[in-house]
């Protein structure tokens, strides 16, 4: 809201249902459950609905809705509404599930057939307010602002339904110079387009507030129309004398509707949580859930949190003894770290749960605490956690160790929901847990307002994230059991957590010196480009300024505008690649912004993530972020160095061997996706390319021109290249023409001829988007699943992107967990042989590896054999490895 508003005992709120419905549907993107249940205009109405019953704690409350398309006001004006889009089925389905979630929050729904929500609230706005109640309506139109009054509130919701702006008498006052019966007479002279309300023509707001002003109403106006000004307007008024008058009647909302419902009956005395949290679960609305917890249940008990009895003990210094016998197996393990990056976060507390029992452990107690060091680091006492890497990362930097870790909620969620990237506890204990866990934000404060908390709220907050823990468990392995996913968490995600928790610990060696010489030989390099944009500028100016560098570009140089923004002509790198042909400056300013970010992101940035300790840098990887399985890696993102541009590639001259005397090795899948694709598509001509070794665009370009191998030229291969690659992602003709460069008929006659010869590709595409649409999602080869809520949306672009999705995750996500085995496989491997070799980084589809000169000749068999062998697939899988001083000469 935007002003503090005091509300008394008795708060009367009503909800225009079809109006929030609207706004909330087109304000969020189309959203879906995994079942393909559209959810954007529900979860709009319920963040409305949590917002409302938190700020303005009604007790009186109903939500109206329009009962039918034909409404008393059509016998008037048949065109009334006429106007209006079809609803689209998107939202249309959802209104039922509006209905639902009122009924689980115990709100009292109306509606009237022949009569719209607007009547329904103008009646009741008119019995509260004769009774002296006070009375808020909130809706989305401003036909509502005429049922203000004293008693009466209007809050209208903006930003689609994320804010309210309320408005009183005094509020109409001041924005329109009206008193709020005037409202109607506005809409009765200017019209209104989405209700098809016609209006005077050439009457706009403008016209229509000055009019009523000075005359007071439609029918003063009509009255005086000779003293108006201006010849066109009284011409207008003149012939319009009739429509105006409908226009006015048509925007006045009924006040006395046979509405058999009386203000005592809409009493709101609170939800039942148990029921809100049921809907919220059918809806797959996560974040929401730990809300539920924090309002008033129906049955006027214990706040939300307490959903659940729940009781827990403070472990004091003095008395560990007693909780010795405690520390069993398995149980529930939660490390409390003061802040999000746990290669350098404090460790403040422990906490952990078994049947029955919850106890906290406070930081310092537990390193005095020997027989809890024992049990931590014994892996024949099994833990359950939420997040084992963070856990084994996090007490590594603090001289402890954690051993026996049986199940991690974290991956375990994330397995179920790959789309829904990193789980949070409160989210997982809201689904599956019967004790409530509220969210860090609301312990700990956000920003720069985060702060720990007292001891006494600390404690509790850590026990029940083990309390959850425990409860959780038994019933994630029931759902990963019915979707057959328990082998991809115990032979895959949870072995590669702790294999990635080691190379996170390990870190990289980064020559800092090396790094502060790149960054004073791209300065230069800037340097001199700045002279040369100047001097074909014809003047000096600031480069890295939009408005600066449009009046050059458009003012000065006069080159085309391509693209518009509210600022002016746009100077984006995509408009400014299509401007490169027209002057010599555009190549000159692209390589400017590529070297500055460079400058910027890398060398400033890596240096920045240097460990004070160690002079490394320890990337976290993160392995539930993306809907594929694909790792990532953030603080610093190693990922996405770039490898384009060679001043980018030297970037990797930095990273170094942490031993003096050892290599640099890296091994890189070759084509890893294009040979997926030939598996699971079982295309022959594709298999047959790659198991007899030929280069596969090579290939595809004889078998698609009809040339030999000795005629392709490097612009067909170079277009099958676009072909090959496009085709994993579901490329289409256009996307096709603007990577070559050619027009859309020649793009779509090239994919026609590629399908021609490897119809197999084109079988299996058409059969997993059919898939698809039955299952409602996809899978890898491992089981990884995919949901696709839009497979079946009526809007075009949706349902396209889902298709292309459709196609592409069983590859994408198959050589994701390719890599995934592969080291694992290598982890053990180097293990086993006791070498002394270490794992480092994996980016992408390659491997980084740091080695001891001795060992060498074992690694460049090793690691290849390893990689090629993760996964038998009906080709071979090929691997290139190369080693050197640094990453950047492992090439």
């Known amino acids: ?145 005429q049922l203000v009054s004293d008693n009466v509130s209007v809050a209208l919701t903006r930003k689609g339904v994320s804010e309210m702006e309320l408005y009183t008498p005094k509020e109409i006052a001041d924005k329109y110079g009206l008193q709020p019966l005037q409202i109607i007479d506005l809409k009765g002279l200017m019209g209104d387009a989405s209700d098809n309300i016609p209006g005077v023509p050439g009457v706009g707001e403008k016209t229509a507030l000055k009019l009523l002003r000075e005359y007071g109403s439609v029918e003063a106006v009509l009255e005086n129309i000779d003293r108006i000004s201006g010849k066109k307007l009284q011409e207008n008024l003149r012939e319009n004398v009739e429509q105006a008058r409908m226009s006015k009647a048509l925007a006045t909302i009924m006040r006395d509707a046979p509405v058999d419902l009386d203000v005592e009956q809409t009493v709101y005395s609170g939800y039942d949580a148990a029921a809100v949290t049921e809907f919220f679960k059918k809806m797959e609305f996560k974040s929401l859930l730990s809300k539920v917890k924090t309002a008033a249940p129906k049955d006027g008990g214990q706040s939300g949190q307490e959903r659940a009895p729940f009781s827990f003990e403070v472990v004091e210094g003095g008395r560990t003894d007693s909780y010795a016998e405690k520390l069993t197996s398995p149980m529930a393990l939660y490390v409390e770290m003061d802040g999000d990056n ?56 603090h001289g402890m160790e954690a051993a026996g870790i049986g199940f991690d909620v974290y991956l375990a969620s994330y397995l179920l929901n790959a789309t829904e990237s990193n789980p949070t506890l409160d989210g997982v204990a809201a689904q599956y847990a019967e004790v409530g866990v509220l969210p860090d934000d609301e312990v700990f404060g956000k920003g720069a307002k985060r702060q720990v908390p007292e001891t006494s709220v600390l404690s509790e907050h850590v026990a029940r994230k083990a309390a959850a823990i425990w409860q959780s468990v038994p019933k994630l392995r029931d759902e990963l059991a019915q979707h057959k996913l328990n082998e991809l968490l115990t032979d895959l995600e949870a072995p590669l957590s702790l294999v990635l928790a080691a190379m996170e610990k390990q870190g990289v060696k980064i020559n800092r010196e090396r790094l502060l010489e790149m960054g004073e030989e ?31 570009l458009y003012d ?61 840098i320890h990337t976290r990887f993160n392995q539930a972020t993306t809907a594929t399985g694909r790792l990532s890696s953030t603080e610093p993102n190693l990922q996405n160095i770039p490898i384009r541009l060679e001043e980018g590639r030297k970037i990797r001259e930095a990273f170094i061997p942490s031993e003096a005397g050892w290599y640099m090795l890296a091994a890189d899948y070759s084509q890893i996706e294009l040979r997926v694709l030939a598996h699971i598509s079982g295309d022959e001509n594709l298999i047959d390319a790659f198991r007899k070794g030929m280069d596969i665009h090579t290939r595809t370009a004889m078998d698609v021109f009809g040339v030999s191998e000795a005629e392709v ?171 050197g001083r640094t990453w950047y000469d492992a090439k």
């Open 1 to 145: 809201m935007e002003r503090e508003e005091s509300y008394e005992l008795s708060h009367f709120v009503l909800i225009d249902g079809n109006s929030i419905a609207n706004r909330a549907f087109y304000a969020l993107p189309l959203l879906s459950t995994s079942a393909g249940l559209h959810t954007n205009a529900v979860l709009g109405f319920t963040t409305m609905l949590l917002k409302v019953l938190e700020e303005m704690q009604p007790t009186h409350m109903l939500v109206a809705f329009d009962a039918g398309k034909v409404v008393f006001r059509h016998s008037e004006f048949a065109e009334y509404k006429g106007g209006r889009a079809k609803t689209p089925p998107e939202l249309s389905e959802q209104f039922p599930l509006i209905r639902e979630l009122l009924d689980a929050f115990s709100i009292r729904r109306f509606e009237l057939e022949g009569y719209e929500a607007d009547d329904i609230i103008g009646t009741l706005t008119r019995q509260a307010d004769e009774s002296g109640w006070k009375t808020t309506v909130i809706t989305g139109d401003k036909d509502m602002l």
């Open 342 to 397: 746990y290669h350098h976060a404090p460790i403040l507390g422990f906490g952990l749960a078994a049947d029955g029992i919850s106890f906290y452990v406070p930081y310092d107690v537990a390193v005095e605490w020997q027989a809890f060091r024992e049990w931590l680091a014994d892996d024949t006492k099994e833990k359950w956690v939420f997040d084992g890497k963070r856990d084994t990362v996090g007490l590594s930097w």
């Open 522 to 552: 791209l300065d230069s390099q800037l340097e001199t480009l700045t002279a040369k944009i100047h001097e074909l500028a014809g003047t000096p100016f600031n480069i890295n300024s939009p408005k600066q560098l449009g009046e050059i």
């Open 556 to 616: 000065k140089l006069d080159l085309p505008v391509l693209k518009k923004t509210k600022t002016g002509p746009s100077t984006s790198a995509d408009v400014l690649e299509k401007l490169a042909p027209y002057h010599p400056i555009i190549g000159e300013i692209l390589h400017f912004r590529q070297l500055g970010k460079l400058r910027s992101t890398y060398i400033e940035g890596l240096t920045k993530e240097i460990h004070a300790k160690t002079g490394k």
């Open 713 to 883: 030229t490097p612009l067909m291969r170079r277009q099958a290249k676009a072909v090959n690659f496009g085709i994993v992602y579901g490329i289409s003709d256009y996307g096709l023409s603007q990577n070559l460069n050619i027009t859309r008929k020649e793009a779509a006659d090239f994919i026609e001829r590629y399908f021609a010869v490897f119809s197999g590709v084109k079988r299996y595409m058409e059969e997993i988007v059919k898939q698809a649409k039955q299952d409602g999602y996809v899978t890898t080869l491992l089981h990884r699943r995919r949901y696709l809520p839009d497979i079946k949306s009526s809007n075009f672009n949706l349902r396209s992107f889902a298709e292309r999705t459709a196609m592409n995750t069983p590859i994408q996500g198959t050589a994701a967990d390719i890599i995934k085995l592969a080291m694992i496989r290598m982890q053990e491997s180097i293990r086993e042989k006791g070498l002394k070799s270490r794992m480092l980084l994996q980016v992408h589809d390659e491997l980084v590896f740091e080695v001891p000169e001795a060992e060498l000749a074992v690694m460049q068999k090793l690691v290849p054999d390893v990689m090629e062998n993760a996964l038998k697939l009906d080709v071979p899988l090929k691997v290139d490895v190369h080693y």
